[in-house]
């Protein structure tokens, strides 16, 4: 069982970086019931905007002088990309069936992966990403890297800033009503468009942050990165009830920890050696989501968004 | 009712999401037949796409350039070499799509491919039904060739298909030897992607390692689509091997050495041809000091007989190096060149009807020093030169640390 506190660790950080992400599908859902498949995407796009906010500056430049900066820029193109897509792809179909969307997001998130391999130089196999100098740490049992203290800063620190904001401040309660009814919000004077740019906006701010984490963590960046990790944040949104935005980050975080748990332990029971270890971490993340979804089908911290349909 | 439906639609996509990855490429146009003579087209199926396309580039470009050499030097006489070349993604399906689009263009008599020993198995049967060649310059899985007892009675699999790599039968227990008897190293640890390649290769790898007197620490496999190992480096790190040897390719082993180095490992990790590339030593961020590989064959630029080979392919100006299967690739489609040259002899002068199965044939009689050394094929289809080299990261470029042939 000496493993067992790195294996906590490992699933904690990939859960918060799965959170990160979560909370772009979770803002999304809440808002205007759509599924948005292209949100791997744009967490990918974070990704190669704080790469080529790296690449611009003077070579040289040490990384925690860059970060802020490379946060900035990928930031900013995860922000303008999603915006773009929400005025562009998603506006016009708003009145249309919950399926034109869908696909339309399908369809968005092919296209920005091709558009970033052919398009990005040198990303069809992957560009590797800048790297934090120092670590590894030891505490202890438990061995950390630089990138994983970046993670256990910003995912509590983003979760922080967003309770505060959707909580206290004018445009938060703004999201709120509309996430409860949008009509009535309109007709209470609360400029629906706008509010649903901002949850595109937010939700891609943070997955950009989940981005430059994931480069850090794992040393490159990959137009398919968004894939796997997209499906995952979304399971982590709905295993967390899709709509929360609590949710979403504990869901992450459970996910995370199962699979590193799973990875670890299954072997170890008897008659299951063939059901274990790394390649069988996801089967076990989403035979959890079905056990959850089964026992509670709103997830695990419910559901806040009122039932329209 | 709307939770269940919105679980029904999640999984709806995500399905959908899945069968979107595999969707179909256009097919590059064979270009204008105007050259004399009658055309006849080498078929080239390799990743040429995703993290694998440096391998896959590098095989294209190196079959480009044994059809260049072969029309300049009007090796068959009234015959013009073409190449066309698909792109199989790394995967099954596409590459079986692929061999049809291949078979069904009257026009190709060979094909050069493809990289991975799991997109072979899809397209074995359909290139026997049309008697097409099929000549890999990477696969190295024994069964390919061999059947899957291919230790206790071996059985020849498809009478099209050919390699010009040496088997993982022999490279994993090259590996397990230089591990144990040059290293010194007593104690693995296992890794494979669960494919057929990597798993293969552990396999034989293994087997020889205990048979040496090795042990073995523990061992498990990563999902090619995930890269966060730090579970799996956790238990390696626990496990305490004095080495880990890894049946994969380098998209994967160059993370999972970064994490493992990164995470306090400080054992070498071994792993096949599948990890010889420069790609492996960028993608471990510089952690790859000390890591070692097998490569199938003799290394390219010692040999005389890739000098030129070495010259040609810097003259033709290619966008991407020849890596680890360029040589391999030269010579597999030289060797379809040559069955060309023999049936068209035979028919004086000109190509036969029915010439696929011919070529077939004189593929098996085929024997010319090619660029890694002799090329001929056994009555498996498997190349006769059994030549394998162990490279070492140093100072971050591999190194040749040891080159031999492999004998039981």
Redesign the interface.
């Known amino acids: 069982m000496?493993?067992l506190p790195?294996?906590l660790a490992?699933?904690l950080?990939?859960g918060a970086l799965y959170g990160l992400i979560a909370i772009g599908y979770t803002m999304v859902y809440g808002i205007v019931q759509l599924?948005n498949?292209a949100h791997g995407e744009i967490f990918m796009t974070g990704g190669f905007g704080a790469l080529t906010t790296y690449l611009v500056l003077p070579s040289g430049t040490s990384l925690w002088l860059a970060l802020p900066l490379m946060l900035l820029g990928g930031v900013l193109v995860a922000v303008l990309i999603a915006v773009a897509a929400e005025r562009f792809a998603y506006r016009p179909l708003r009145g249309a069936p919950k399926l034109a969307p869908?696909i339309t997001a399908?369809g968005l998130?092919?296209a920005l992966q091709q558009v970033v391999?052919q398009f990005y130089p040198g990303a069809?196999?992957?560009r590797?990403f800048p790297?934090l100098p120092g670590?590894?740490y030891?505490f202890g049992p438990v061995?950390l890297?630089p990138a994983d203290f970046y993670l256990f800063i910003a995912a509590p620190l983003c979760m922080g800033a967003l309770a505060a904001f959707v909580g206290k401040t004018r445009t938060g309660r703004g999201m709120q009503a509309t996430a409860q009814d949008p009509d009535t919000a309109k007709l209470m004077g609360i400029n629906t468009d706008r509010i649903i740019v901002i949850a595109f906006a937010l939700g891609a701010a943070f997955a950009a942050v989940a981005s430059i984490g994931w480069g850090l963590?794992?040393?490159?960046v990959?137009p398919?990165?968004g894939?796997?990790a997209g499906?995952k944040a979304?399971t982590a949104a709905?295993l967390g009830g899709?709509g929360n935005i609590y949710g979403a980050m504990l869901g992450g975080l459970v996910l995370g920890v199962a699979?590193?748990m799973a990875?670890?332990y299954i072997?170890e029971i008897p008659g299951m050696h063939q059901l274990g270890?790394?390649?069988?971490?996801?089967v076990w993340a989403f035979v959890l989501l079905i056990v959850v979804?089964l026992v509670r089908?709103?997830g695990l911290l419910g559901?806040r968004v009122a039932?329209r349909? | 009712m709307r939770k269940s439906s919105l679980l029904v639609v999640s999984i709806a996509v995500t399905g959908a999401l899945t069968l979107s990855a595999c969707g179909s490429r256009g097919e590059k146009k064979a270009g204008d037949d105007a050259a004399a003579g009658t055309v006849v087209t080498i078929g080239v199926d390799a990743p040429l796409t995703g993290p694998l396309s440096a391998l896959g580039l590098g095989i294209q470009h190196s079959v480009e350039l044994a059809a260049k050499v072969a029309n300049d030097n009007k090796e068959v006489p009234g015959v013009t070499f073409k190449v066309k070349a698909l792109d199989d993604k790394k995967s099954p399906q596409e590459g079986q799509q692929n061999a049809t689009a291949l078979v069904a263009d009257k026009s190709v008599l060979g094909v050069v491919g493809p990289l991975n020993s799991g997109v072979a198995q899809s397209m074995q049967q359909v290139f026997e039904a049309a008697s097409l060649a099929e000549v890999s310059p990477a696969n190295t899985n024994p069964a390919l060739t061999q059947g899957e007892k291919f230790d206790t009675e071996k059985k020849r699999q498809f009478k099209s298909y050919f390699r010009t790599a040496t088997t993982d039968a022999i490279q994993g227990p090259f590996a397990a030897q230089y591990a144990y008897n040059d290293l010194s190293k007593k104690k693995a640890y296992l890794i494979d992607d669960k494919k057929t390649y990597g798993v293969g290769l552990v396999a034989a790898f293994q087997k020889e390692f205990t048979k040496l007197g090795g042990t073995v620490a523990g061992s498990d496999h990563i999902d090619e689509n995930n890269l966060d190992f730090s579970a799996v480096v956790t238990k390696a790190k626990a496990a305490g091997a004095d080495i880990i040897y890894y049946g994969g390719e380098y998209p994967q082993s160059g993370p999972l050495t970064d994490q493992l180095k990164k995470a306090g490992v400080t054992v070498p990790v071994m792993g096949g041809d599948g990890m010889y590339d420069p790609e492996y030593i960028n993608k471990a961020n510089k952690n790859a000091d000390g890591d070692l590989a097998t490569s199938v064959g003799a290394p390219v630029e010692s040999l005389d007989s890739a000098k030129k080979f070495v010259a040609d392919y810097a003259a033709a100006k290619y966008a991407d190096p020849y890596a680890a299967y360029g040589g391999y690739s030269y010579d597999a489609a030289w060797a379809i060149v040559q069955g060309v040259k023999a049936v068209v002899a035979a028919n004086s002068g000109k190509v036969p009807d029915g010439a696929r199965a011919k070529v077939v044939d004189a593929l098996s009689k085929v024997s010319f020093d090619g660029v890694t050394g002799k090329v001929a094929f056994d009555e498996y289809g498997d190349a006769v030169n059994k030549q394998l080299t162990v490279y070492v990261v140093k100072n971050g470029a591999w190194t040749v640390a040891k080159s031999g042939t492999y004998s039981g």
């Open positions: 000496h493993q790195q294996q490992n699933g950080i990939l599924i498949f869908l399908i998130s092919i391999e069809k196999s992957g590797s790297q670590g590894p030891v061995t890297q963590r794992y040393g490159q990959a398919t990165m894939f796997l499906l979304f709905v899709i699979e590193a990875t670890a072997q270890g790394g390649s069988w971490a996801n979804l089908p709103q559901e039932d349909a």
